[in-house]
């Protein structure tokens, strides 16, 4: 057992917690944009192919106090790297810097990478070299004040990458907030479906994913791990085997819908890439012209916020959405998330939660608008 770290976007860290709870993970602790456990090698391996909400699954090795540049080299350089690589393989650091001490990220990246090679060059008169994109280990640094972090990246590539985006369009959801904006919204297959504005179809398809409990690593074919001199592929084997035998099949209705032919086409692609052709079905509609399924169900929509992408009367639109919503989708719940809180007023429903979450570096609310017949009281 040993200390891990799963990062993630700043509102996620509640559903990253039940997620690891699922998956058995003990010791859980929220950190900003983070949430710490404790795991063996197996939950390493569990939590980079199945946490739906995490960036990366970071591997604590050493904790130190640095005063100076000369404090923070010595101590990086009194661990042992050739636990975690060998001369011939590559790294790269990931460094994030905060404080008086230590402000500037790219230098405090530079100083590990060389205090590291120097061991190397040191001991064998050779170093390893420097690869960027796809390194033997990457490295991850947190500095804060005098307080300085080192881990090892289980994951390599961001976890956002579920490998299945053949296509896009302008300002795509990230998988990751779009797999929390489902689970926050507490829907879990038991009902229908529907995105009215799908954009690439990045909601939709992390619903589907979520029904039918596609590990949302399914299409991935490497992790950092992979490459570390520990890496036990019979466990991984298993570990994959497992979760992928828990694969089921889905009965409700999954809608991926948008008035624009570039969007529809776009997620047409990528639900053909993620293999849910036979779940999720794209149409070309207008909000205006998409009629519900049976309730109950959920709708979440990611509407232009009038930041990236521009209209002419922002505050018309959220109002015609609000419309809408009254006057078709009784029974429904809906989820709007928007970085224009004065548009999302126009909707010109109560809403009964409110979540704030970061799409970029846009702050949004996430709102829920439960949508009864006449009154909530009648």
Known sequence: MQQLIAKTLAGLEPVLEDELRTLGATGIRPLKRAVAFDGDMRMLYRANYELRTALRILVPIHSFPAYNERNYYAAVREIDWSEYMRVDDT??????AQGEVFRHSQYV????????????????????????????????????????DISLDASGDSLHRRNYRRDTVEAPLNEVLAAGMVLLSGWNGRGAFVDPMCGSGTL??????????????????????FKWPDFNRKLWDAVKKEADGRIQSFEFPVWASDKDSRAR????????????????????????????????????????????????????????????????????????????????????????RKITLFNGALECSFQKFELYEGTKKG
């Open 91 to 96: 790294l790269a650091v990931d460094a994030v």
């Open 109 to 148: 990246g530079l100083m590990t990478k060389d205090a590291i090679v120097d061991q190397f060059r040191d001991r064998y008169g050779r170093r390893p070299n420097v690869n960027t994109v796809a390194p033997a280990l990457r490295i991850n640094v947190h500095v804060q004040g005098t307080h300085c």
């Open 204 to 225: 939709p398809i992390e619903a589907a994913m979520i029904a039918t409990a596609t590990p949302p690593q399914h299409k991935r074919e490497g992790f950092g791990f």
């Open 265 to 352: 086409n776009a997620a047409a692609i990528n639900v053909m890439s993620a293999g849910l052709e036979n779940v999720v079905r794209v149409e070309k509609l207008p909000f205006e012209k998409l009629l519900p399924p049976e309730p109950p169900g959920t709708l979440i929509a990611n509407p232009p916020y009038d930041e990236r992408l521009k209209m002419e009367d922002i505050e018309a639109f959220y109002k015609s959405i609000g419309d809408r919503l009254k006057q078709q989708w009784s029974g429904w719940d809906a989820w709007l998330i928007s970085s224009n809180r004065e548009a999302l007023k126009r909707v010109g429903l109560r809403p009964s």
